[in-house]
């Protein structure tokens, strides 16, 4: 065989990856690049060859996500999507960040943050209650896939007493840049107890569209929440659920027998940008780069409507659990109707120019509109309110920056209402080298309190007052490197609103402080990872806000590749604990908490063991909740009258597809 015969063999068997590398005497040079790009060169009867490089090739699986925050970036806020397996087994929509929360002893019921943050709603008219919000699809929350192929994902989940979840994820590039997606979530959970029952419907629509050169786009999304929980006021006696008299939940008596809440809601949301500066053609333009110019920023115009109804229903409305009946002996039914339109018009400088640059100072200013309406009794109010807001990111180095927001309400029930929020941060050393990240904030708000909180009408419940603002001045560190996040947060309140023992509305003449510290890690050690959350918090100068005092979740995961990487199991162990405390009470007819002085709860450990399994696009989870339930004593409330969960056998399966 000649030089060039065996020359052209080992190209054509390089090429088809049958041999890395072949050596030979007669060779003076051989590369072999990546990307597949090759240039052989022989001493005797010299071959040259060369293919050049095709195009960088995206990747079929990437996924991503943004919000509609996309008028303070020049691009896009990509964030990745979540396919780790660590955490998978945490399905519930309420402990997706944290577990710090008191609920009623059900997936899917309502809840309340025991970390409080009193006067921080968001701007303008809020109708006050807040109890289902961590299970509704809410516009901030939306997530606007980006994709190459078609995303699919599909998740299933089974708990204790015939407990289901189904989630489906669509997204799917229809033209060039115009891409359609859903979000659809279903959960049917019986509950343990009587009258337990949850049902939801969840879902969202999106669609998002971008010039090529990403001077106009245009994002929406229509959005559908049904939750149906069935009431049953709490367990009647203790003693029957702590003394196990009854191992079948069933039978033990509750408050009420015929009481359930409902929320419909509905929502569309489409928010436009337009650069008013033009942007290159294409990468090879440079003829807008030659000159200094001024740049005219960014237009963002958007519209959302908004329109939720809540029912609380009892066929028996003389049940002795609240007070005498109003306006109806026989049934009782409640209904709430609020409805907002929403213009928001912005004028911006995003951080980053035409030419990839960070910018040092950027401002935002805009006006918002807001009609909201509020029926109940057959009565109406109507509210117009302009919100002039504005906002500055300042960035002097790439390691200090400063940012500052706040906003003003005008017109009807809450003018006045302002706001303002400030942020230092500072990056100890060079971006791509540091010891971490530390942050200084600092809170002002003064704000009117919730329209549920002074105007109120039900079958059992009535009031009409009017209370003073209230007002709220914090701050706060935050110290955060590689795997650990630590901080604390000072702030003093004044003109509390608040329901009273008697699940009335009261307002605090006082002011009282609130103290925050918190510490939490992601941290690997061999195979093993820790992911510690821990709370300590203290209220100084009134009992009116009752909170634990110390809270912490701890998970431990034992990581196994397996099959040489192709699948990786993670058994692990998760613990949860809060000291004991005089928790607020749940009515339910009003969908909200109240205090109580009869009964303290806590000083209590939930365990869960569990295994992870993530093998390519699938993953799975099987764990045993709470499996130490009834061995150091049958007293885990979060809520009083309301046991959480038993021991329990959970599974789940999601599974990704990519075409």
């Not at 419907?201 to 106009?216: M, P």
């Not at 929406?220 to 367990?235: D, K, M, S």
Request: aromatic letters at 18%.
């Amino acid at each position: 065989m000649s030089v060039k015969e065996w020359a052209v063999l080992t190209f054509f068997l390089m090429v088809n990856n049958c041999i890395p590398l072949i050596s030979n005497a007669s060779y003076d040079k051989m590369l072999l690049a990546s990307n597949r790009y090759i240039f052989v060169n022989f001493q005797a009867d010299t071959l040259s060859t060369q293919i050049k490089p095709p195009k960088p090739q995206k990747d079929s699986t990437t996924v991503s996500f943004f919000y509609n925050d996309f008028e303070k970036l020049g691009s896009l806020r990509l964030h990745p999507n979540d396919t780790a397996i660590a955490g998978f087994q945490n399905y519930d929509l309420l402990y997706k960040n944290n577990y710090f929360f008191a609920t009623l002893g059900n997936i899917g019921q309502n809840s309340r943050s025991l970390i409080p943050l009193p006067c921080m709603n968001q701007s303008g008219f809020d109708y006050g209650i807040h109890s289902s919000d961590p299970y509704l699809y809410q516009n901030d929350s939306v997530h606007y896939y980006r994709v190459v192929k078609t995303y699919t994902e599909l998740t299933y989940t089974q708990g204790a007493k015939k407990e289901q979840n189904f989630h489906a994820i669509f997204s799917r590039n229809i033209y060039r840049s115009l891409n359609l997606g859903f979000d659809f979530h279903v959960m049917s959970a019986p509950g343990a107890y009587f009258r337990q029952k949850t049902n939801h419907i969840n879902f969202v629509l999106t669609s998002q569209f971008f010039t090529k050169n990403k001077r106009y786009g245009v994002i929406a999304n229509f959005t559908i929440n049904r939750l149906r929980n069935y009431e049953n006021g709490g367990i009647k006696y203790d003693s029957l659920f702590e003394q196990n008299i009854f191992t079948n939940r069933l039978v033990i008596p509750v408050n009420l027998t015929s009481a359930q809440n409902r929320v419909r809601e509905t929502g569309f949301f489409m928010k436009h940008y337009f650069d008013l500066t033009r942007h290159p053609r294409n990468e090879k333009d440079t003829t807008l780069g030659k000159r200094k110019r001024f740049e005219f920023g960014r237009l963002t115009y958007s519209f959302q409507y908004y329109r939720q109804i809540q029912n609380y229903i009892d066929d028996q409305s003389d049940s002795g659990f609240y007070p005498k009946p109003i306006f109806d002996t026989v049934q009782t039914i409640d209904s709430v109707t609020v409805t907002k339109i929403i213009n928001d018009v912005v004028w911006s400088n995003p951080s980053f120019n035409p030419q990839k640059k960070l910018r040092v100072f950027r401002l935002e200013a805009g006006i918002k509109q807001q009609y909201a309406e509020v029926s109940m009794r057959e009565t109406k109010n109507y509210f117009i309110q302009y919100i002039p807001h504005a906002e500055i990111d300042f960035v002097p180095f790439p390691s200090l920056r400063l940012e500052a927001r706040g906003d003003y309400v005008l017109g009807d029930f809450n003018e006045g209402d302002l706001s303002l929020r400030v942020k230092l941060s500072s990056t100890l050393g060079r971006p791509d080298k540091n010891i971490g990240i530390i942050s200084l904030t600092g809170n002002y708000v003064f704000q009117q309190a919730g329209w549920f909180f002074e105007h109120y009408a039900g079958n059992n419940f009535q009031w009409d007052t009017t209370w003073q603002k209230q007002g709220l001045i914090s701050g706060g560190f935050n110290y955060s490197w590689k795997f650990l996040e630590a901080g604390f947060n000072i702030s003093r309140i004044n003109h509390y609103v608040y329901l009273d023992s008697l699940s009335r509305p009261r307002q605090n003449q006082g002011e009282f402080g609130h103290i925050y510290v918190y510490l939490n890690g992601d941290i690997n050690v061999w195979r093993f990872k820790f992911k510690p959350q821990m709370v300590y918090q203290t209220v100084q100068g009134t009992t009116l806000m009752r909170v634990p005092a110390f809270m912490g979740n701890l998970s431990i995961y034992y990581i196994q590749p397996l099959f040489h990487g192709a699948a990786v199991l993670q058994p692990g162990f998760n613990f949860f604990y809060n000291s004991a405390y005089y928790a607020d009470q749940y009515n339910p007819a009003t969908r909200s908490f109240f205090l109580q002085d009869k009964r303290e709860i806590g000083n209590y450990l939930y365990m869960d063991v569990f295994i992870d399994l993530k093998i390519q696009h699938a993953r799975f989870f099987a764990m045993y909740s709470h499996f130490n339930a009834g061995f150091m004593g049958r007293d885990y409330y979060m809520t009083p009258k309301y046991p959480m969960q038993d021991a329990a056998f959970k599974f789940g399966i999601a599974w990704r597809f990519h075409d």
